[in-house]
């Protein structure tokens, strides 16, 4: 499970640099941190959650846009910002939210990598600028971490009970409530970034099909995963596991890029007549499909996501589609 998809952060980036040079708003090259800045200088005392969290991952749209006033540019479920001083470097600045417009985590995107990022105490005091004021984080990083070569493990109190494991599962990431981590240039691209964002690990990966000597025809993939009967039973929290293989078909209402991949809205018909929205989350080619198309969907059940109204989501990682 992917972080988010390279090509889609390397196609922002240019678009940063295109709306800068039109705009005729150059983007400052990075600048070393300054001496004296540590991350205590950039964290003045908080007395609420948050507090802690305002302005920062865990926080409100809104905190952002008050603190770094109006974006550069916009995208689905993300604004960015060509120069940002983040810990005394300058920084284009991505910042992605959920449907409930908080900050689920921070793409800190860099040219190339400046000069400051040889220390990694300069890279602890830029994350601490993004990161809950209360948060701490360990001093070596992850062995053989899936999150890129360099991932920290982190936490701040302020940041539990915002979202349930199955939550953070839907956000292509686990761990525990509380935690967060940070990726030194997780992506193999031309550019140099640093990921902050909630919990310490990535889902699973889906089982990978293991080639077998079957009979020809082969079995229907609605055989290898079952049919939900009522696609109301997607809503009960004790019908399905996550990781439960199963299918189902629908209308797709919506289609956005997020930092799991490509995320569907497909609107499936209950026999009393009424609809369950399902989000259904997918890696691969969507050639042909979008708002109005009819698909059928062979996953592994992935989980709610829940709103502070207590409406619930389902979600479904993509097996195949047809």
């Known amino acids: 499970m992917k972080w988010w998809t390279p090509v889609s952060v390397t196609a922002l980036v240019l678009l940063v640099l295109a709306a800068a040079i039109a705009s005729g708003r150059g983007i400052t090259p990075p600048a070393d941190a300054q001496d004296a800045a540590t991350p205590e200088d950039a964290s003045p005392v908080a007395t609420s959650p948050e507090q802690n969290r305002a302005a920062r991952l865990g926080g409100l749209l809104s905190e952002v846009r008050a603190e770094l006033g109006e974006p550069d540019w916009v995208d689905i479920g993300l604004v960015g910002y060509n120069s ?39 890279i602890a005091r830029v994350v601490a600028d993004v990161a809950p004021l209360d948060g701490t984080c360990a001093d070596e990083p992850f062995e053989d971490s899936d999150l890129g070569d360099e991932v920290y493990a ?17 956000f292509g990431v686990v761990g525990e409530d509380g935690s967060y981590s940070y990726a030194v240039d997780p992506t193999d691209d031309a550019f140099y970034e640093i990921a902050v964002r ?29 049919p939900v009967i009522d696609i109301r039973d997607l809503l009960n929290v004790e019908r ?28 499936a018909g209950a ?28 996953g592994i059940f992935g989980g709610f996501e829940c709103d502070d109204a207590g409406f619930c989501t389902p979600t479904v990682y993509v097996i195949e589609l047809d």
């Open 154 to 170: 982190c936490r701040s109190a302020s940041l539990e009970g915002l979202y349930s494991e199955a939550q953070l599962f839907s």
């Open 271 to 298: 026999a009393d007549g009424t609809f369950v929205a399902v989000s259904v989350v997918n890696d691969g080619d969507l050639e042909g499909i979008g708002p109005g198309s009819f698909i059928n969907v062979y």
């Open 84 to 122: 940002v001083d983040l810990g005394g470097v300058d920084t284009i600045t991505m910042v992605y939210y959920d449907d409930q417009e908080r900050v689920r985590s921070f793409l800190l995107v860099y040219l190339e990598q400046p000069v400051a990022f040889n220390n990694p105490e300069t």
């Open 240 to 267: 399905y596991d996550v990781g439960e293989e199963l299918s189902f078909a629908g209308t797709v209402a919506a289609v956005s890029a997020e930092l799991e991949g490509t995320v569907m809205l497909v609107e």
């Open 198 to 226: 909630l919990g310490t690990e990535s889902p699973p990966e889906p089982p990978t099909p293991v080639p077998m000597p079957t009979p020809s025809p082969a079995p229907p993939l609605a055989e290898r995963y079952p």
